[in-house]
């Protein structure tokens, strides 16, 4: 996002879900962090509204605090952000960026096709699957976490200028 000229970044945080807000707030720690770490000088804000919610997200972009980037915890929020903002007569991404995460078939189908952070589904269920049965094998082993890459897919959804090629 900073590569591309945003700075004022949110993350898309609805609360109704707390299972998923655990993982989302991984997510957006992950996110706040990195920016801070490439010299982003204001922090990430956190939204705490759904992706649907016009009026919230009507005021949000009215005031002196709209962001220029909105990060959403998966693709399905996102896609249905994009929807809400261009019924309230903003533009993707002529008004504000908008990226996904786990890169679903919905994030192609997007318009414009989202920015996303890709799962490597596949990749984890092995990986999930060795551990487990290491950890059956060798129960007194101490648990351990393990990181896998998890590739950035830049599409339209963050394209700063029209003569951006994809």
Known sequence: LLERGYGRVAFLM????????????????????????LGCEESVRRLDFAPNDEKALAALMRSKARPDAIVCGNDEHAATLVKALNRIGRRVPGDVAVVGFDDIDVARATTPPLTTISQPVKRLAATAFKTLLARIRYPNNDPREILLDAPLVARKSTCVSPKMIW
């Open 14 to 37: 609805e609360n109704s879900n707390p299972t998923a807000n655990a993982n989302w707030g991984n997510r957006l720690f992950g996110l706040a962090g990195e920016l801070a770490l």
